[in-house]
Each structure stands twice: as structure tokens, then as C-alpha cells.
């Protein structure tokens, strides 16, 4: 709807140039039945070409007359549709679509053809460039300055269209790269929150694991000072076992009976044996936690930094892409941009040639 509100703006600020009301009628008459009934895409065509004739100054068929009734043939069918019920002539049949014209039919474009119809091609320089081009290799602006000198408008059409066309891929380009930021940035920040839960779980695991196995080594030796055993592990627990032995045999030195005193000292020698003996393993235990305790640390340890890595190697990633998404965006800007002031330039000669045409009509015309 904006194409054909746009078109029907233009084509009524244009109208100050006709001057036949004759002709004035018949634009009205068309801007009717074009927005009339359901919008399609035939009738947006037939408002673009009615824009395009009005602006050019010289209204042709099929708006030099009223329209018909009934559905609105093709574009194609009106540039192809023969003047007379007279079959084409093999010649007039093959003729290029370039000159804007069909079998029989006079051309819109009135000094881009050839005057024989029945001729060669009226445009062979045009024909041999575009047989010559590599799409693969030629650029859009170096084809554009080739072929633009051998057109009727001076390559304004294909200008609006190669604009068009840039724009259309500027937005796809944008909604590419914003779709596929914002899903790596949503992905990221999932996998970050989920990291923070993860290791806030394994550092309360950690923690009261640690306490569980403190309050087992207070039970057991009420008198244990870890700063001490950190600097002589294997002395300090001698020391520490041997000072047990001596108050248990410190408590059972009473008694008169030397058979009972050598029967209580075997029974609390073994007692102590016994009681070394748990000490130890319990030791050998409590060591075996702590080696597997580091080792699952340094465990997460890596995980978490190889993690850490994997997301700055994605954040720059992601940078990169919208560099380069930036560079190509204000690239194609200075394209459009160039493209646009050639087009006003050649816009602004066409005007003044018209001019001058309309200058010396006006000029040469007898008067009466």
C-alpha cells in the first residue's frame, strides 16, 4: 500500500506537466480503475509505468486514450501486442526487449530503436556487453556505467531497482546478524547463569563435606592443631599417639599385685595397639579425602577455566561479525549514496535536455 500511495503522490505532483486536458482526463480516468477493487500487483505495475510517462513528459499508449473495461492486461501483453492483425515478421518477432517496443507496435522509447524494423539488432553495443559480462567477476557499478550510456533513461531504472535491491539486502543482512547476535548473547547468558548455580552447589558440597570431616578429626583427637601438622605431619601425629599412650598408661599404674600391674599393662598395651591401630587408619582415610577432595577441585578448575575460554572466544567471535556486518552495512551506504547522487545528477540533465527540447519546440513552432 505505501508503493501505491507513494505512486499516486508522485503521479499527482507531476501533473503540472500536461497540459492537454484531453490528456488530463484520460490520468484521471486510469487513477481510478488502477485504485479501484483489491490492490494487486498488475495494477502497482500500471501506476509505476503511468508515474514513469508522466514524469518523462510524454504520455503513451496506453494512457494517451481511456482505459477499457475489463480486466487489465499484462505488461507484457501490451508491449507484445501487434498494431495491425497483420502476423510479425520473423524480424519484428525476434526483436530485442531492450528497445522497449514489440512486433508492430510504436515504441515508448522513441530514439533508443532502430527506424527499420526489419533490420539488424538496434542496439548491438548493448547486446555484445551484456554477452560479455562475467556475473561472476563484473560488478554491479562497473555494468551499470557500461550499459547506463546506451539506455533510453540513462540507467535510471536500473538504478531504482539496483537501490531497491540494495536496500531489501541491507535489511536481511541486519536481521540476520541481529537475530543471530541475540541468540548467542541469550545462550550465553543462560550458560553463564547455570555455571554460577552449578559451582555455588559444589562449593556448598565442598564446604560442608569439609566441615563433616573437621568435626570427625575433633572427635577423634580433641587436641589436633592443623598449623602444627602442616609443618611436621609425620612428627606431630607421632608425638601426638605417643602422648595418648603415655596418659593411658599414666592411668593404670596403681596396684599393689605385680601379676595384676604386668596383666593390666598387656591388656592397656593392647588397648593401645588397638586404639593406634584406628588412629592411623583413620589418618590414611582422612588423607585418602583430601588427595580426592584436590582432585576434584582442580578438576572443576579446569572445566570452569576451559569454559571461561570458550565464552571469550565466542564474545569475540560475535565482535568480529558485527564489525564486519558494520563495515559491509556502511560500504553498501557509500554505494547507495554514489548511486543516488548519479542518479540525481543524470535526473537533472535529463530535465535540462527536456527543456531545451520543449525551448526549441516552442521556438520553431510557426505562428498563427
Known amino acids: 500500500m505505501d508503493t501505491v500511495e507513494n505512486c499516486i503522490e508522485e503521479i499527482t505532483n507531476s501533473l503540472h506537466k500536461i497540459e492537454d486536458p484531453g490528456q488530463l482526463q484520460n490520468v484521471h480516468r486510469w ?21 514513469y510517462t508522466i514524469k518523462s ?48 507496435l510504436p515504441d515508448y522509447v522513441k530514439d533508443c530503436t532502430a527506424k527499420d524494423r526489419t533490420g539488424p539488432e538496434p542496439c548491438p553495443e548493448l547486446v555484445g556487453i551484456i554477452e560479455q559480462t562475467n556475473c ?30 540494495m536496500d531489501d539486502y541491507l535489511q536481511a543482512a541486519e536481521a540476520v546478524f541481529d537475530d543471530r547476535a541475540q541468540k548467542l548473547s541469550d545462550s550465553l547468558a543462560k550458560e553463564q547463569v547455570a555455571l554460577l548455580l552449578r559451582y555455588r552447589n559444589e562449593k556448598q558440597r565442598m564446604i560442608s563435606r569439609a566441615q563433616i570431616l573437621l568435626d570427625y578429626v575433633r572427635e577423634l583427637m580433641p587436641k589436633f592443631i592443623h598449623s602444627e601438622y602442616i609443618v611436621e ?43 593406634h591401630k584406628k588412629l592411623l587408619s583413620a589418618l590414611v582415610w582422612l588423607r585418602s579425602e583430601e588427595d580426592r577432595s584436590e582432585c576434584e577441585n582442580l578438576a572443576l578448575v579446569e572445566r570452569f577455566e576451559s569454559i571461561v575460554v570458550a565464552i571469550d572466544a565466542a564474545s569475540r567471535r560475535r565482535t568480529a561479525n558485527e564489525c564486519q556486518a558494520k563495515t559491509q552495512r556502511s560500504e553498501l551506504r557509500c554505494e547507495l549514496d554514489s548511486l543516488r547522487k548519479k542518479s540525481a ?15 526549441e519546440k516552442t521556438e520553431s513552432r510557426p505562428l498563427c
Do not use: H, W
Open 31 to 51: 487513477v481510478i480503475k488502477l485504485t479501484t477493487g483489491e490492490p494487486n500487483g498488475l495494477k502497482e505495475d500500471y501506476l509505476r509505468l503511468l508515474e
Open 57 to 104: 513528459g510524454d504520455l503513451r499508449e496506453p494512457f494517451d486514450s481511456p482505459p477499457k473495461e475489463g480486466r487489465l492486461p499484462g505488461l507484457s501483453e501490451l508491449v507484445r501486442r501487434p498494431s495491425s492483425p497483420s502476423p510479425c515478421s520473423p524480424e519484428e518477432r525476434n526483436r530485442s526487449a531492450l528497445s522497449a517496443g514489440g512486433c508492430g
Open 136 to 165: 561472476e567477476i563484473a560488478s554491479l557499478q562497473r555494468f551499470m556505467a557500461d550499459v547506463q550510456r546506451y539506455t533510453c533513461d540513462g540507467g535510471k531504472l536500473m538504478e531504482q531497482v539496483c537501490g531497491q535491491m
Open 233 to 275: 605431619p609425620e612428627a606431630y601425629m607421632k608425638r601426638l599417639i605417643m602422648e595418648k599412650k603415655n596418659a593411658i598408661l599414666a592411668k593404670n599404674t596403681d596396684g599393689d599385685d605385680k601379676n595384676s600391674t604386668t596383666s593390666a599393662e598387656q591388656a592397656d598395651s593392647s588397648a593401645t595397639d588397638i586404639e
Open 345 to 359: 545528477m543524470q535526473v537533472a540533465q535529463i530535465d535540462d535536455y527536456v527543456d531545451k527540447i520543449s525551448a
